[in-house]
């Protein structure tokens, strides 16, 4: 009991200390380690979670599959008390980020910056991290130079009032009326290289006329930075922030997880109710602005959308639904066979293709989940490198080998989604809204062969 007393009392201290620091400096992690602690048994592992709070230990593993070791910032006053812990169970752990003021510091430069072309007409490039004006002046300099190519659309506001914005790519002369993909990146603000692959993509999509067979039948909707705000934070204030910056009205924590925000079995497991938590699931489904309108855009478009991707970091994951239980879609052996075979197209970096079943804990809220549930066949969310040495301080040199190893899948999305899913005109009498069923009073086959359904 006295240790039970002890831990809420540190850790609400540990909590209150972080909120003051929050809104006035930026937050150092000076002598913060990052431990990967590996259980050898279920007794192990629930060990190690039953201890966190008392240690003041923050996990990072987004999604832990059973397998996997456990990831913890660790603080510097808890270092010496939790290895002797661990020594006391024999339990095994090695220290990955010594010091994670020094990764963050590291992360921020690139010494071929300076050597990096200033012809360009743009102040993007993929050898270093870039703040969202910079992203933004990619996206409208996209919009004013390619208006055959791209149409920017700006589709709301975060709660600081910052744009939401989605590019749409389509070389057809009737847009919006061809299977498309979804791509977004940037949902939670600390990992940085999702919002560097989305852009990546984007760039090679409108750019590069080598690209052009992955426009030839499919329309793109790319969504970079869905959480803007939580991503300014993570430059300016808190490398390590994950979540939107909204204010709560009961606690002085702000922020939700916009991937517990959702609105699919919205505040099941895995999703907090406490504001002060990294996994906070906000007061209701979509209270957040980031998640309502990406949300209410995806469904205006529910009809085309065939194929959802998310990006996050880290582990090198394809992850498919549903992830809020162990639950399969009835289709699951077509998603799955679709993500082993993007899957196979990476080289440098391999992904583990998992599911629902391989998780230790399910996370209710999800994008991916959510997108599932509204019809849309194919959802994903990728988990992109690397799997811990680095964590979230993914170093600059490496954003570009990370982009070209993941560009080759979208070829494999392309072509399914536009062979499976794009041999039907839309007809204009019953614009679809919901997608339960498979549309067959609302659309007709153009050719009497296809070899797959996307229904
Ligand atoms: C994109 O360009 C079009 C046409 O030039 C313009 O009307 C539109 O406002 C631009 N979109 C954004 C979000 O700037
Ligand atoms: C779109 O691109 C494909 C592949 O390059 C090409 O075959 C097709 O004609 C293009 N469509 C338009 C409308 O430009
Ligand atoms: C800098 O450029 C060189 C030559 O292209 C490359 O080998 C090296 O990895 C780059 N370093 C970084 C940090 O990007
Ligand atoms: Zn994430």
């Known amino acids: 009991m ?24 930026v937050v150092s992690y000076a002598g913060f380690q990052v431990w990967k602690i590996k259980p050898n048994s279920g007794e192990e592992r629930q060990f190690i979670l039953d201890i966190k709070d008392s240690y003041e230990l923050e996990l990072w593993n987004e999604r832990r599959m059973t397998r996997d070791p456990i990831d913890f910032i660790i603080p510097p006053q808890s270092q010496t008390k939790l290895k002797s812990k661990l ?23 690139n010494i071929n910056k300076t050597t990096s072309d200033s012809k360009a007409a743009y102040n993007m490039d993929w050898i270093s991290y870039h703040r969202l004006n910079n992203i933004y002046a990619f996206l409208t300099y996209l919009n004013t130079t390619y ?8 589709i709301g506001s975060s709660y600081e009032k910052r744009p939401l914005y989605v590019i749409r790519i389509s070389n057809s002369s009737s847009p919006g009326t061809r299977p498309a993909i979804w791509i977004d990146g940037g949902i939670h603000a600390r990992e940085w290289i999702s919002p560097a692959v989305a852009t990546y993509i984007i760039q090679q999509l409108v750019e590069v006329p080598a690209n052009a067979k992955l426009l030839s039948n499919v329309d793109w909707y ?31 924590c702000r922020g939700v997880d916009p991937n517990r925000n959702f609105g ?16 906070y699931r906000g007061t209701k489904a979509f209270s957040e602005p980031e998640t309502l309108a990406t949300s209410n855009f995806i469904k205006g478009k529910s009809s085309q959308i065939k194929l959802y991707l998310t990006l996050h970091s880290y582990g090198q994951y394809a992850l498919i639904p549903y992830g809020y239980d162990v639950v399969y879609p009835p289709d699951y052996n077509d998603l799955l066979a679709l993500a082993n ?16 079943a391989d998780l230790l804990y399910a996370a209710s809220g999800g994008s991916d989940d959510w997108a599932k549930s509204i019809g849309i066949k194919y959802s994903y969310t990728f988990e992109l490198p690397d799997r811990g040495t680095n964590a979230f301080t993914l170093p600059a040199s490496e954003i570009l080998p990370v982009c070209q190893d993941f560009f080759p899948a979208l070829d494999v999305f392309a072509t399914k ?13 019953k614009p679809l809204t919901t997608r339960t069923t498979r549309p067959t009073t609302t659309t007709k086959r153009t050719t009497t062969k296809c070899p797959c359904t996307c229904g």
């Open 2 to 25: 006295m240790s039970l007393l002890l831990a809420i009392a540190l850790s609400c201290v540990f909590v209150t200390s972080q909120v003051a620091a929050e809104e006035s400096e």
């Open 87 to 109: 020594a006391e169970r024999k339990i095994s752990y090695v220290v990955v980020i010594s010091d994670l003021q020094t990764a963050i510091d590291n992360q921020k430069t």
């Open 147 to 154: 208006p055959k190519l791209v149409q920017l659309i700006n």
């Open 222 to 252: 790319i969504m970079p930075v869905v959480n803007p705000d939580g991503y300014e934070f993570t430059h300016t204030t808190n490398r390590m922030w994950r979540k939107t910056r909204s204010v709560s009205s009961t606690s002085s």
């Open 264 to 279: 699919f079995k919205w505040g099941g497991l895995g999703a907090s109710t406490n504001p002060c938590q990294d996994t």
């Open 341 to 356: 075979n993007a899957a196979s197209k990476f080289v440098k970096y391999t992904y583990t293709v998992g599911n629902s």
């Open 417 to 429: 989604v536009a062979t499976c899913c794009g041999a039907f005109t839309t007809t204009t009498t």
